[in-house]
């Protein structure tokens, strides 16, 4: 089942590539960037220099935002559309990362490569979640620590659509790829369990010692309801090895 829900996704937002990295350019632009690095400055270590895994990284907004930040930062994403856009808005921004097309369920990277693995609603989208949890950990070294920022979105699709500007990105997908992406959220949501209780007993049978979970996030980051505004409420879970 999962290989052919991973195609799904994969041209689904190869689809909505070139479009993303221009809304994460302007997202990188806005106050959205300070916000995002202030909630990275409350897991990750302070003054070192960091080798970082972005999993899942789109287009490359959060491997940007830490390579200009002295990162050594690498981005992987299943999607190799999405991962020529990362490479271009890095070069927009002349910032200096790594990226490779490869499954975030089984990145093809040497055991304790990284201090730490960030992401950004991917994890919705994983078929076995588990999996990728297994194998972030095995990539991060004793210390290292997971950050993921995402939601339920399954669960959200129950209730009532928010009213969004005419500017935001989900106002502007025409309305097949809509109903493509609800198939999508369903099917996977199907396999999973409520969020973020079940990323927290995932993370602990991993062997994670240390769980934090954060369903205040969205509120910082989302203050303004404007073009990047997220309707679906995100968490937060940090997990160290």
Known sequence: MSEPIKDRVVRYWSRRAEGFEEQRLREYDSEKHERWLAEFDRYLPQGEHLRILDAGTGTGFF???????????TGIDLSAEMIGHAEHMAGVLGVKAKFMVMDAEAPDLPDGSFDAVVTRNLTWTLPDMQRAYREWHRLLKEGGVLINFDA???AALEDEEPELPENHAHKLVPQEMKAENDAITMEIGALHRPRP??????LTETGFGRVIVDTEVYKRIYAEVDEFYNPVPIFTVAAYK
Request: overall charge negative; charged content about 20%; glycine content about 4%.
């Open 63 to 73: 491997a940007c935002l830490l390579a200009a930040r002295g990162h050594d930062v």
């Open 152 to 154: 339920d979105y399954s």
């Open 197 to 202: 209780q079940w990323d927290v007993q995932l």
